[in-house]
């Protein structure tokens, strides 16, 4: 197979990758923020918190991401009467669509505590609050963090949508370059060999500090 | 020191606490037994308001815990807990777990604080485990430490759920000496177990509860040879 076109078009693909990779950082940025919130507020005890959180969780969880993205890039200006970059746009869809299973991961991280932790904490006199900062967060830490790391794997292969919108990401490029060159196949395989050394060098990474954290960690 | 009254439990449409009465005095080693589901750990919980009673008062120290307004978080500090699994933090080191609570919770300096907690250690014999962490220890020493750290608040009154149940049977035995040793020192206790041998031995009271009440109290000697309801009887028939 012939990539000579990789000489005219090498910046596409670095271009393309740049605004990927700030997508998804930001993304995941966004949304982990966000999460916590969620979260919070999933976990509260204040039911009208707690409905309002379950509601967008499950609106979020229950569309498609290319709904939620049209939604915002159209939307959004629309709403709000501002111009924004179609970059913003496609952060805020992502953010948005992430925050939601951030909170899951972190509710569901909280909650696999074993309850004895914060009876044990109560116990000795702990108010709600010192047990969650000193005994239940650091223990729920542990199990949240792998899986916030496989979300942001997810959202690094799910941002390819936003190509759709006209956002110039990795996918956009390989499709202008296949656009440019005539060639259907090969400026695709570039681009997914790109999305593949990401996800892979990420997930590796992720599975060496999972590791150290378990070796560290004496407490199992 | 504690005193319930008209104290009742329901979860949803069980009702599990019937009409509990008791008054409990400084000193005294109250053992509580009965068949599981009889209410006996559910009524220890409420105790220190882990489980909040449906209905009833609670006082405990000239206070009223189960007055809505009270802060049970100070009372809790003077009612140290054991459970059946230990729940030690499993993200500290065993002198974390003791200090955690007299250095949040009391103000103490770090030093005073693991100078308190080796005490306790040496009085459970566990003073060479000071700076590992629970998973490399044993059941009874877990269980060991866990009592040490339910002391480091200096509690006036220890609760005991079930504290040998989930042990190994060779690893009852240091549990429940460390316990007859708090009894020598003159502890306040109330202790939910099946340990029948070490009721009758350490008790000053035994209650036997069955299907949510008290059905007959008195002197373990009592109550063990000469057992006055039929349901008391036919437990204890099961169980000696």
């Known amino acids: ?220 | 020191m504690i005193q319930v009254s008209n104290l009742n439990k329901e979860f949803g449409k069980l009702h599990v606490l019937k009409d509990i009465n008791i008054k409990i005095n400084k000193g005294e080693i109250v053992v509580i037994i009965g068949p599981s589901g009889s209410g006996k750990s559910t009524f220890l919980r409420c105790l220190n308001l882990l489980e909040e009673p449906t209905d009833g008062e609670i006082v405990f120290e000239g206070a009223s815990i189960t007055n809505k307004y009270n802060d049970i978080n100070k009372q809790r500090q003077k009612m140290g807990m054991v459970f059946q699994q230990f729940n030690l933090f499993p993200h500290m080191t065993v002198i974390e777990n003791i200090t955690l609570a007299p250095i949040k919770l009391k103000k103490m300096e770090r030093a005073a604080a693991n100078k308190v907690a080796l005490n306790l250690l040496k009085r459970v014999g566990l003073e060479d485990k000071a700076f590992v962490y629970p998973n490399q220890l044993s059941g009874g020493q877990k269980q060991r430490i866990a009592i040490a750290r339910a002391l480091a608040m200096a509690p006036n009154m220890m609760l005991f759920d079930e504290p040998t149940s989930a042990l190994d049977p060779e690893m009852v035995g240091e549990v429940l000496g460390v316990m007859k040793e708090l009894v020598t020192e003159g502890m306040t206790m109330v202790i939910v177990t099946h340990e029948m041998g070490f009721a009758k031995e350490v008790g000053s009271r035994v209650i036997f509860m069955d299907d949510g009440r008290i059905v007959e109290e008195g002197y373990p000697k009592e109550l063990f040879s000469q057992p006055k309801h039929p349901r008391t009887k036919d437990f204890l028939a099961k169980v000696l």
């Open chain 1, 1 to 220: 197979m012939d990539f000579s076109f990789m000489h005219k078009y090498y910046q596409f693909y670095i271009d393309g990758t740049v605004i990927t990779l700030l997508l998804s950082f930001f993304g995941v940025l966004c949304g982990v923020v966000l999460g916590v919130f969620l979260a919070l507020m999933k976990l509260s005890r204040n039911s009208m918190l707690k409905l309002l959180a379950s509601a967008y969780i499950e609106l979020v969880r229950g569309t498609p991401l290319l709904v939620q993205l049209y939604i915002v890039y159209y939307g959004l200006p629309k709403l709000l009467g501002w111009d924004f970059a179609d970059l913003t746009l496609g952060i805020v869809a992502v953010s948005l669509n992430s925050a939601a299973y951030v909170a899951e991961i972190i509710r569901a991280g909280i909650q696999s505590v074993d309850k004895g932790q914060m009876e044990a904490a109560r116990s000795l006199g702990m108010p709600h609050r010192t047990a969650m900062t000193y005994i239940i967060i650091p223990q729920a830490i542990k199990n949240i963090l792998p899986a916030l790391g496989n979300e942001f794997i997810v959202l690094i292969k799910e941002s390819a949508i936003v190509s759709v919108v006209g956002i110039h990401d990795l996918m956009y490029k390989a499709d202008t370059v296949r656009g440019n060159t005539y060639r259907p196949f090969a400026p695709l395989l570039v681009a997914a060999a790109i999305y593949f050394t990401i996800i892979f060098g990420l997930s590796k990474l992720l599975a060496y500090v999972e590791g150290r954290m378990r070796t560290g960690d004496s407490s199992i």
